[in-house]
């Protein structure tokens, strides 16, 4: 296996109330890489001892095998993509990405070369005259990227890129952003702390939390297997039940209150048991016999556009995420009586902290 293009290793950096505490994570050369976290845990931290505008306290970091801790920012091969887009105002769009090109030195015709190439892949070229005011958010997003990309970076730095969109922006931008990665290949490593946008770029995820790294993984295996139960609500998986867990022939048996939950494997001992909402399935009358089939009352109906959310109280409390024609199919309500169930393999176990 090749060495990994960013390594970083026990970075540690306290700022204020925000910090990193011995952050250890790997990039492969060519991964979209996401650090998604709620506020203040520290992600934007991260991605900016590895930009260069902090130096850490402890530990190291590791670009194309070369220590990059004593580099100035400017030294590191790095494109950076601030949450604010920091265009310069009195720059037009054309120069501003050519702005990082015009330091180095580059030919004038490299630079409108490059301005060319990258306005035409960004969709922007009709906005290069234009200054940085007249632009939507959407437009300077692009202009900005375009930016960090002219310096053809080993890595990709983006902070934020799409947090100040509205949703339909924020929605495209994803595409486009991934499109991007696709055709130029660069590794990259993107902050959020939005669970759509992760799920539309990343290869992988960083869940970061209280300034440490909580679990490290591809989106299937940070979304569906979590490894905490803080991962386990964040990534909002809202089953997330707490009990005995014992090795029986059928399977991993959890006592959760007066419910026997099954499970297809997972350790024994006090555990969290924990089942996605779009796994577990509401019908007036579960399957006869089957496991994990609660009989319970709906208590409550909360409003997700084209999804509906269904808590229902039962031995064990379970919540649904059900498509809306299904709960006007089944004239779902407050207080009806419903049967939940979700299959062995939908849960997940794993030991309490």
Do not use: W
């Not at 902090?54 to 190291?60: L, S, T």
Request: hydrophobic residues 40%.
């Amino acid at each position: 296996m090749s060495e990994p293009l960013i390594q970083v290793r026990g970075v540690t950096l306290q700022l204020g109330e925000f910090s990193v505490k011995e952050a250890d994570v790997e990039v492969a050369e060519g991964e979209y890489f996401v650090l998604l976290g709620p506020t203040g845990a520290g992600k934007t931290v991260l991605l900016e001892c590895i930009a260069g505008l902090h130096r850490p306290e402890a530990g190291d970091i590791h670009v194309a095998g070369q220590r990059i801790d004593d580099l100035p920012p400017e030294q590191r091969g790095l494109g950076y993509l601030p949450q604010d887009y920091a265009l310069f105002p009195h720059l037009s769009i054309a120069r501003n990405i050519g702005f990082g090109m015009k330091l180095r030195r580059r030919p004038q015709t490299e630079i409108d070369e490059k301005v060319g190439q990258l306005a035409g892949l960004l969709g922007i070229t009709h906005l290069l005259g234009r200054s940085p005011r007249t632009l939507s958010g959407g437009e300077k997003q692009r202009a900005a990227l375009a930016r960090a990309l002219a310096i053809e970076p080993k890595v990709l730095l983006l902070d934020e890129p799409l947090s100040a969109l509205d949703e339909q922006t924020r929605e495209s931008l994803c595409i486009e952003l991934r499109r991007i990665h696709s055709e130029l290949g660069t590794t990259t490593v993107h902050v959020s702390h939005n669970f759509e946008e992760t799920l539309a770029v990343a290869d992988r995820i960083g869940i970061i939390h209280e300034g440490r790294l909580r679990q490290i993984g591809t989106p299937e295996e940070v979304f569906r297997r979590p490894n905490s139960e803080f991962v386990a609500r964040f990534v909002r998986c809202d089953n997330v039940l707490r009990g005995q867990a014992r090795r029986t022939p059928e399977g991993l048996a959890v006592q959760v209150g007066e419910a026997q939950l099954l499970a297809a494997g997972g350790p024994e001992g006090e555990v969290f048991l924990a089942v996605r909402p779009e796994d577990v399935e509401l019908a007036h009358q579960g399957p006869q016999g089957a496991p994990n089939c609660l009989s319970g009352r709906v208590e409550r109906v909360v409003d997700r556009g084209p999804l509906v959310r269904i808590d229902v109280a039962a031995a064990a409390p379970l919540t649904a995420l059900v498509a809306r024609s299904h709960m006007h199919s089944m004239g779902l309500a407050v207080g009806e009586t419903v049967s939940a169930h979700f299959e062995p393999s939908a849960a997940h176990v794993f030991t309490v902290e």
